[in-house]
């Protein structure tokens, strides 16, 4: 009996009940798309952020492009932000025609080291991008005065953190704009793929929400090119049913990451750090080997065993070969560097018991003794 990298069966038969009403509910209405159901999300997320508005949208990926181009970005501009992501944070930039200038990452949080990026900053930097990697904020006080001082916006990747806290405010309240995502393995997870942009700027709630329904405010009325992007009514209700659970699961999450920074202490392994100035919410549980191929006896012993872990990430992103065959100069970045194929993820989701993390601290022990 394996144990996975995340239980969303577990999680389901938890919430059976109330998930099968809603698509019973759906279904019999045969309303798919927008709605009351979008609508309540909408406000549920900007209460629960504590931001003024929410714009539904049809996946994170679609959440940071749609912000990028209501702030105006475009061809020539320069937006800062890390190599250590998902590759989407860096595709709004780069389908804009702007350029991705990467600083380095944080030993340890992963997250952006702010104190790199005034160096990076050109007379064609336009916005900063930070991300919350692996659900713990970036220490956004120093990176939004740097960001004030020089004109610059800044805009959250919140896609892991939904309710991480930095100095008692939520992830997506803590800039100009917020992408989340609520693909299904992400900490607020829906039946398939669903985003949700989060600000405080009407004109831009506006910009974005009109971008998402083909630059329409009036239906068949356009007067600028948009795309398509929106929330199925399903998987709104499915989210409003979740997310009365979300600060449960997260802190289970957390009570998970602190069994295994006691019991790998004297592993060898380099352990999360997470920062003073928040609650983190374990996206994922992250360790970092000595080395590549250390990291590789592990996770292969993992398989073996039948327990859930991959890299994360294989290969910064400055050095994917996107960047070279676009002709985007790309610096030498040796935080993130060292990270290729070292770090990886442990099994820390909601519900996890003692027992199973036990087991996955002896099979990882017992790799490393090898
Ligand atoms: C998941 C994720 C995205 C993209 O979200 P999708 O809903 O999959 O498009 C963007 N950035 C980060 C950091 C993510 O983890």
């Known amino acids: 009996m394996g144990i996975p990298l995340l239980d969303l069966k577990a999680q389901y038969l938890g919430l059976k009940d109330e998930l099968d009403t809603v698509w019973f509910e759906v279904m019999g209405s045969a309303g798919f798309i927008g709605g009351?159901?979008?609508?309540?999300?909408?406000?549920?997320?900007?209460?629960?952020?504590?931001?003024?508005?929410a714009v539904a949208c049809g996946n994170g990926t679609d959440a940071l492009f749609l912000i990028m181009h209501a702030l105006g970005i475009k061809k020539g501009d320069e937006v800062i932000t890390t190599p250590f992501t998902f590759f989407a944070t860096v595709e709004c930039i780069?389908?804009?025609?702007?350029?991705?200038?990467?600083?380095?990452?944080?030993?340890?949080?992963?997250?952006?080291d702010?104190?790199?990026?005034?160096?990076?900053?050109?007379?064609?930097?336009?916005?900063?991008l930070p991300v919350h990697i692996f659900g713990q904020c970036v220490?956004?006080?120093p990176l939004l005065e740097i960001a004030e001082r020089h004109g610059l916006v800044v805009v959250e990747d919140a896609c892991q953190a939904i309710g991480a806290t930095y100095k008692g405010k939520r992830a997506g309240s803590l800039a100009r704009a917020a992408a989340f995502s609520f693909f299904p393995s992400k900490n607020l997870g829906c039946a398939g793929d669903g985003g949700m942009i989060t600000t405080d700027d009407e004109e831009l709630a506006k910009a974005a929400k009109k971008m998402a329904s083909h630059g329409s405010s009036k239906k068949y009325y356009h007067d600028t090119f948009g795309t398509n992007s929106r929330l199925d009514s399903l998987?709104?209700?499915?989210?409003?049913?979740?997310l009365p659970h979300l600060d449960e699961w997260n802190a289970e999450r957390a009570a998970a990451a602190a069994l295994?920074?006691?019991?790998?202490?004297?592993?060898g392994l380099e352990l999360p750090i997470t920062r003073g100035y928040g609650d983190a919410v374990f996206h994922l549980y992250i360790v970092k080997a000595e080395s590549a191929e250390i990291a590789a006896k592990v996770i292969g012993a993992m398989g073996e065993a039948g327990i859930g872990t991959a890299l994360y990430y294989p290969l910064a992103l400055h050095e994917q070969e996107v960047f070279a065959l676009n002709g985007i100069a790309v610096p030498s970045l040796p935080v993130a560097e060292s990270c290729d194929n070292r770090t990886f993820a442990l099994p820390a989701f909601p519900g996890i018991t003692r027992e199973q993390q036990v087991e996955v601290?002896?099979?990882v022990k017992e790799a490393l003794a090898l």
């Open 36 to 53: 009351p159901r979008v609508k309540a999300l909408e406000e549920q997320i900007a209460a629960y952020c504590g931001t003024k508005y």
């Open 94 to 112: 780069a389908h804009l025609g702007a350029t991705p200038v990467f600083v380095d990452v944080e030993p340890g949080t992963y997250n952006m």
């Open 114 to 128: 702010v104190s790199q990026v005034e160096a990076a900053i050109t007379d064609k930097t336009r916005a900063i």
């Open 139 to 141: 220490d956004m006080d």
């Open 235 to 242: 998987q709104a209700g499915i989210l409003s049913v979740k």
């Open 260 to 267: 295994y920074n006691e019991l790998l202490a004297d592993s």
């Open 361 to 363: 601290v002896r099979v």
